[in-house]
């Protein structure tokens, strides 16, 4: 599991890499953009350290493209499969594991499997990303969704919308693994 999540990290920095020299921006200035520092980004793009996936959402947004451009190897094509067994993992600790489900071009939507453990949240504290519509549907499990000032407890089958660039987080306060879909839609100017 280790060395697939290594492989995908590198994946991800070499991406990082082809768009940043494409959009002719030094680590220094891509890092300003990002709020983070370049030797921070060298690491990322040298595959040899990994990132917040608010702070990819961000490097995605300042390279103006979408998240799963950033962790594919794959080309753009008319029909893509993706098992369940062979979900490329963005995360993955002992209590929350995240798999982007879908690959995209640039002005689609990204859609995103999080499984998290009784107890756990989707990060440490509420985040944003982007400009864009946002919708969770809960596939199973009880969470509560704290978007802004409001929380809101979701049960199977429910479905919740708001834009991401207002400060969320998900949180499971049932007894079993909760899964949850994300679905992002393309970023707004």
């Known amino acids: 599991m280790q060395d697939a999540i290594k492989s995908q990290w590198q994946i991800i920095g070499s991406n990082i890499k082809k768009y940043r020299t494409r959009h002719k921006l030094?680590?220094?200035n891509l890092g300003t953009k990002c709020g983070i520092s370049?030797?921070?980004?060298?690491?990322?793009?040298?595959?040899?350290s990994g990132?917040?996936?608010?702070?990819?959402?961000?490097?995605?947004?300042v390279l103006h493209v979408s998240l799963s451009e950033l962790t594919s190897?794959?080309?753009p094509g008319d029909i893509h499969f993706t098992a369940a067994a062979s979900r490329s993992l963005l995360d993955d600790d002992e209590y929350h594991r995240k798999s982007l489900?879908?690959?995209?071009?640039?002005?689609t939507f990204e859609v995103f499997?999080?499984?998290?453990?009784p107890g756990m949240s989707t990060?440490?504290?509420?985040?944003?990303?982007?400009?864009a519509q946002e919708c969770i549907f809960i596939l199973t499990g009880t969470v509560d969704v704290r978007v802004n000032t409001s929380t809101i407890r979701m049960n199977t089958g429910d479905a919740l919308e708001y834009r991401s660039d207002m400060p969320h987080m998900a949180t499971n306060?049932?007894?079993?693994?909760?899964?949850?879909?994300?679905?992002?839609?393309?970023?707004?100017?």
């Open 51 to 61: 990132a917040h996936m608010a702070t990819l959402m961000q490097i995605a947004s």
């Open 26 to 28: 030094s680590l220094r």
């Open 38 to 48: 370049a030797s921070f980004l060298s690491q990322l793009e040298r595959g040899t």
């Open 101 to 107: 489900i879908t690959r995209k071009g640039y002005g």
């Open 173 to 189: 306060v049932g007894e079993i693994v909760a899964e949850v879909m994300f679905i992002v839609g393309p970023d707004e100017p």
């Open 123 to 131: 990060s440490d504290e509420p985040y944003t990303h982007g400009h």
């Open 113 to 117: 499997i999080h499984s998290i453990d």
């Open 73 to 75: 190897d794959v080309q």
